[in-house]
């Protein structure tokens, strides 16, 4: 059974940097599409990052220029490196494989950002 798990969320003061990491058993991300999404309370899920499995990378814009997303394809590994962080930022992260007819979400972690 596929499992992805996140992990390195937390709380941190507005401008500071939290890297969050992505793994998963049983699948191997270099074969995959891969994004990162979250939700804030009350608010839809909603995209913040894409990597093809060429490493093609694609962000929305309010994070353009402060969020990386990288894989380590030894570790089997995803990255999501987030920098300048605003409490716009707070919310549930989640990792999302996608290989045609497959899909998989993690559980999410929780990046809260306030003073």
């Known amino acids: 059974q596929v499992q992805l798990v996140e992990s390195g969320g937390g709380l941190v003061q507005p401008g500071g940097s939290l890297r969050l990491s992505c793994t998963a058993s049983?699948?191997?991300?270099?074969?995959?599409?891969m994004q990162w999404y979250r939700q804030a309370p009350q608010k839809e899920r909603e995209w913040v990052a894409s990597?093809?499995?060429?490493?093609?990378?694609t962000y929305r814009d309010s994070v353009k220029g402060r969020f990386t997303m990288s894989r380590d394809k030894y570790l089997n590994i995803v990255y999501l490196q987030m920098d300048n962080l605003k409490p716009e930022d707070t919310a549930v992260y989640y990792c999302?494989?996608?290989?045609?007819?497959?899909?998989?979400w993690g559980q999410g972690t929780q990046v809260t950002v306030s003073s």
């Open positions: 999302n494989a996608v290989r045609t007819a497959r899909n998989y």
């Open positions: 049983a699948i191997v991300f270099g074969n995959y599409f």
């Open positions: 990597s093809t499995s060429s490493e093609i990378t």
